[in-house]
């Protein structure tokens, strides 16, 4: 079902003209200022190559309070311990903050400095201070982790490792952003309530999900904080393809993490057996691809049609079998969506960089899907389309009239010809084809029918059907 995709080799970013001077003292100025508030940097260096850097959690604690539960249940603590944990985690934020306030206010001090240097010299006084502190961050949270240890006994140091990985994906999931990157897994097994007799027969894909995926996990974030100082230099000199190849070598990462999650997926579906493997996979893939596996419309038009009390048996069968057939076609739909997303999203970085690029010197064309995921869209448009016309074609005005979501007039005139030419009825078998060479043709709710041969194509930044950004994702 799934299959690991490494980006494609996409020619350089060509540059036509180097910044200009004004240009470059505006960067400059923009850069200063935010030397007194380092982590407003971190959207802009981000947006400008089309993907997250290990800037992202910088300035985030690796600890708070709340991550108490996560302690206590990875390492079944006493009663006695939960406040000696409560001391530890109060005394990492306390010197998180003061370490972190102090980095603020030294880069806050070279302002005058930066107003007289050049872009070089400049990310190279935001570097150095920014990657310093990434190594203090990591001191800081490797000293708690070992003060925890140190409260243990020794039945609760052997769970050591689980807590390590129950942390990694409390803390380092979010940070994902393909498609399914941001799973975990062990939070839908318990939400399936299944009795404990499955969940222990599951016990072992369970733990070597866990494995598989903190390994994934660890490089990829070790990828991320390596990209700090890179990603700062390819801003500070606008040099693109450095920036986007920061980006691919994360993004290479980010695949291994995918394909553990995609592999848990079918492993636990397995171990989990008929009864419940099913259940947990469709919940999966659900929250993986949320732009894919979303409520239909034709679905509670079959309902609302089979639901009707004058239905004769001949329109019954005939809803049935439109019922029957459009769950098989609407699950090849969804499965080309898949592909389609599992392809395109991790070229992304590199697309959305190029278009800002021409953008930027004046191209004003938008941003659109690319061409697989603008096909699979459309087909997917044209399904619901094809079921809609069909379940029409089977009532009668009134009963049209009696099913919510379908009490619209019906096609008249040239739209009823073209619909009727495009889905002309296949002899002897009742259902209803594209005819060939037809233009494609959709049916709206008020029963209209508009072009879908361009599918929708919302610029970046937002979901992939239009709506709000999605995150982790």
Same mark, same amino acid.
């Given at each position: 079902?799934?299959?690991?995709?490494?980006?494609?080799?996409?020619?350089?970013?060509?540059?036509?003209?180097?910044?200009?001077?004004?240009?470059?003292?505006?960067?400059?100025?923009?850069?200063?200022?935010?030397?007194?508030?380092?982590?407003?940097?971190?959207?802009?260096?981000?947006?400008?190559?089309?993907?997250?850097?290990?800037?992202?959690?910088?300035?985030?604690?690796?600890?708070?309070?709340?991550?108490?539960?996560?302690? /206590?249940?990875?390492?079944?603590?006493?009663?006695?311990?939960?406040?000696?944990?409560?001391?530890?985690?109060?005394?990492?934020?306390?010197?998180?903050?003061?370490?972190?306030?102090?980095?603020?206010?030294?880069?806050?001090?070279?302002?005058?400095?930066?107003?007289?240097?050049?872009?070089?010299?400049?990310?190279?006084?935001?570097?150095?201070?920014?990657?310093?502190?990434?190594?203090?961050?990591?001191?800081?949270?490797?000293?708690?982790?070992?003060?925890?240890?140190?409260?243990?006994?020794?039945?609760?140091?052997?769970?050591?490792?689980?807590?390590?990985?129950?942390?990694?994906?409390?803390?380092?999931?979010?940070?994902?952003?393909?498609?399914?990157?941001?799973?975990?897994?062990?939070?839908?097994?318990?939400?399936?309530?299944?009795?404990?007799?499955?969940?222990?027969?599951?016990?072992?894909?369970?733990?070597?999900?866990?494995?598989?995926?903190?390994?994934?996990? /660890?490089?990829?974030?070790?990828?991320?904080?390596?990209?700090?100082?890179?990603?700062?230099?390819?801003?500070?000199?606008?040099?693109?393809?450095?920036?986007?190849?920061?980006?691919?070598?994360?993004?290479?990462?980010?695949?291994?993490?995918?394909?553990?999650?995609?592999?848990?997926?079918?492993?636990?579906?397995?171990?989990?057996?008929?009864?419940?493997?099913?259940?947990?996979?469709?919940?999966?893939?659900?929250?993986?691809?949320?732009?894919?596996?979303?409520?239909?419309?034709?679905?509670?038009?079959?309902?609302?049609?089979?639901?009707?009390?004058?239905?004769?048996?001949?329109?019954?069968?005939?809803?049935?079998?439109?019922?029957?057939?459009?769950?098989?076609?609407?699950?090849?739909?969804?499965?080309?969506?898949?592909?389609?997303?599992?392809?395109?999203?991790?070229?992304?970085?590199?697309?959305?960089?190029?278009?800002?690029?021409?953008?930027?010197?004046?191209?004003?064309?938008?941003?659109?899907?690319?061409?697989?995921?603008?096909?699979?869209?459309?087909?997917?448009?044209?399904?619901?389309?094809?079921?809609?016309?069909?379940?029409?074609?089977?009532?009668?005005?009134?009963?049209?009239?009696?099913?919510?979501?379908?009490?619209?007039?019906?096609?008249?005139?040239?739209?009823?010809?073209?619909?009727?030419?495009?889905?002309?009825?296949?002899?002897?078998?009742?259902?209803?084809?594209?005819?060939?060479?037809?233009?494609?043709?959709?049916?709206?709710?008020?029963?209209?029918?508009?072009?879908?041969?361009?599918?929708?194509?919302?610029?970046?930044?937002?979901?992939?059907?239009?709506?709000?950004?999605?995150?982790?994702?």
């Amino acid at each position: 079902m799934f299959r690991r995709d490494v980006p494609k080799e996409i020619p350089v970013i060509r540059q036509s003209t180097r910044p200009s001077h004004r240009m470059l003292r505006t960067r400059l100025a923009a850069v200063a200022l935010a030397l007194g508030a380092a982590w407003t940097a971190v959207p802009a260096a981000e947006a400008q190559f089309g993907g997250r850097s290990g800037m992202a959690s910088l300035f985030t604690p690796d600890f708070l309070r709340r991550d108490l539960p996560v302690f /206590v249940d990875s390492l079944g603590l006493e009663e006695w311990q939960k406040p000696i944990l409560e001391a530890l985690l109060e005394d990492y934020e306390t010197n998180f903050n003061t370490a972190s306030d102090g980095v603020r206010v030294s880069m806050g001090q070279l302002r005058e400095a930066a107003a007289g240097a050049n872009a070089e010299q400049v990310m190279e006084m935001v570097s150095r201070p920014l990657v310093s502190w990434a190594a203090e961050k990591k001191r800081l949270r490797e000293d708690f982790l070992q003060s925890v240890r140190g409260t243990l006994a020794n039945d609760q140091a052997e769970q050591w490792p689980r807590l390590e990985r129950a942390l990694r994906r409390e803390k380092s999931l979010p940070l994902g952003e393909l498609s399914g990157e941001s799973l975990d897994l062990t939070v839908l097994v318990r939400e399936l309530r299944a009795p404990m007799s499955a969940l222990e027969m599951a016990s072992d894909a369970i733990e070597a999900y866990e494995v598989a995926l903190d390994a994934a996990l /660890v490089a990829r974030d070790a990828e991320l904080d390596a990209s700090i100082a890179p990603m700062l230099r390819a801003m500070s000199t606008d040099d693109a393809n450095s920036g986007i190849a920061s980006q691919e070598r994360i993004m290479r990462w980010r695949i291994e993490v995918r394909a553990a999650q995609e592999a848990g997926i079918a492993s636990l579906r397995e171990a989990l057996g008929e009864e419940y493997g099913p259940d947990f996979e469709a919940r999966a893939m659900k929250l993986a691809f949320p732009m894919v596996f979303r409520p239909d419309p034709i679905t509670p038009l079959l309902e609302g049609a089979l639901a009707l009390p004058d239905l004769t048996d001949e329109q019954r069968l005939a809803l049935e079998t439109i019922s029957r057939e459009f769950t098989v076609d609407f699950a090849g739909v969804c499965g080309q969506l898949v592909a389609a997303y599992r392809e395109t999203e991790p070229l992304e970085p590199r697309r959305r960089t190029e278009f800002a690029a021409r953008r930027a010197a004046g191209d004003t064309t938008r941003l659109t899907d690319p061409q697989s995921l603008a096909d699979a869209k459309t087909a997917r448009e044209d399904l619901f389309a094809k079921y809609r016309l069909r379940i029409l074609e089977v009532l009668s005005e009134e009963q049209r009239a009696a099913v919510p979501g379908m009490a619209k007039p019906a096609p008249t005139g040239e739209t009823k010809v073209e619909i009727d030419r495009q889905f002309s009825p296949v002899a002897g078998d009742g259902q209803s084809t594209p005819a060939p060479g037809a233009s494609t043709e959709k049916v709206e709710k008020d029963g209209s029918a508009t072009s879908t041969s361009g599918g929708r194509t919302p610029g970046l930044g937002t979901s992939p059907d239009g709506g709000s950004p999605k995150r982790p994702k």
